[in-house]
């Protein structure tokens, strides 16, 4: 199962980001790359199931999630992992169409367009590879 095996190396990376590289430099901006990482890791997932259903494969976080929803519960995935999903996919398009980002100590906060703000800290990306951990194991184990 290469694509499984693709989605852990996805999130050892962010592993080792949040507890190697982060600590060493001090940049909040290495969170976004572990955000990255942690959407590459979800969308590789999303990939084996679709694939194991034998259902075209769409480019994309958003569209394979919205993909994978009717048969997500065969897969242990429950609505709760599904929001999860989204809120990665919406921190990353937000971050894209960002008019502007800056870090404010050790986090790294993302403005749009109406001034509405999305701070992402270290804190909150335990709580993304927590999660993330945890569809990957139920996911081994289908």
């Known amino acids: ?7 852990f190396d996805h999130y050892q990376t962010a592993e080792h980001l949040l507890h ?5 430099a001090k940049d909040p901006k290495i ?4 955000v990255k990482s942690i959407s590459n890791c979800l969308e590789n997932a999303l990939t084996l199931i679709l694939k194991k259903e034998k259902i075209t494969v769409p480019e994309g976080l958003l569209k394979k999630i ?4 009717p048969f997500a519960a065969r897969y242990r995935l429950s609505a709760e992992n599904l929001a999860f999903m989204l809120r990665i996919h919406e921190i ?10 800056f870090k404010r100590g050790s986090t790294h906060i993302i403005c749009s367009d109406d001034y509405s703000l999305e701070i992402l800290s ?3 990306i335990r ?16």
């Open 122 to 124: 270290a804190k909150d």
């Open 127 to 142: 709580g993304f590879l927590q999660h993330v951990k945890k569809i990957l194991h139920d996911l081994k184990s289908v």
């Open 31 to 34: 969170l976004l790359g572990i």
């Open 1 to 7: 199962m290469a694509t499984l095996s693709k989605a």
């Open 92 to 101: 990353l398009h937000l971050q894209k169409c960002s008019p502007m980002e």
């Open 20 to 24: 190697t590289t982060l600590p060493l």
């Open 66 to 69: 919205n993909t994978v929803r």
